[in-house]
């Protein structure tokens, strides 16, 4: 997975993400801006899975499929590359 362009996004607390290249913006849940941060960082699926889970009670499959979804829709985004 190819998550450079995440790095170059703007990203504030409140959910809001700019994409400077596009000029497009957009908004996340505080669940997606704690993945979207992570994933910026270079953290890996399983290491995001275990953070969550310490915050959220997530079970291993949910998060799955959740990430899973949420992969594809950054991919149509063009946020990131599978």
Do not use: C
Not at 31 to 55: N, P, Y
Request: glycine fraction near 4%.
């Amino acid at each position: 997975m190819n998550t450079e362009k995440l790095s170059n996004l703007a990203m504030n607390d409140n959910g809001f993400i700019f994409d400077p290249e596009s000029g497009y913006s957009y908004t996340a849940n505080e669940t997606g801006m704690f993945i979207l941060k992570r994933m910026a960082e270079g953290m890996q699926r399983q290491d995001i899975f275990k953070e969550l889970s310490e915050v959220y009670d997530v079970s291993e499959d949910n998060f799955n499929s959740d990430f899973d979804h949420y992969m594809l829709m950054l991919e149509a985004l063009d946020m990131i590359k599978l």
